[in-house]
């Protein structure tokens, strides 16, 4: 049986920040637009981990749906 693995959030990471890296060596995007592409692939790295931990916690603990989890979530922050 195969069994695929998802990509996390560092690996993506990682591609995107050689991808830009590719791009800034070839001439495609200067220094500054690389740096500010870059951090907005960290935020989004940050996303996908911080989703990936609510799906995980909501399925491995209390068995609640995502759903379920985000409006719990949301009320303790209030």
Known sequence: MKTEKQQTAVEWYAEE??????KKTKG???????????????????EMENERLKEAYSMGRTNKS????????KQQEL
């Open 28 to 46: 495609n995007i200067s220094v500054y637009q690389m740096i500010n592409e870059l951090s907005n692939v960290l935020n989004q790295a940050k």
């Open 17 to 22: 920040a050689m991808r830009l890296e590719i």
């Open 66 to 73: 995502i759903k379920e989890f985000n409006e719990t979530f």
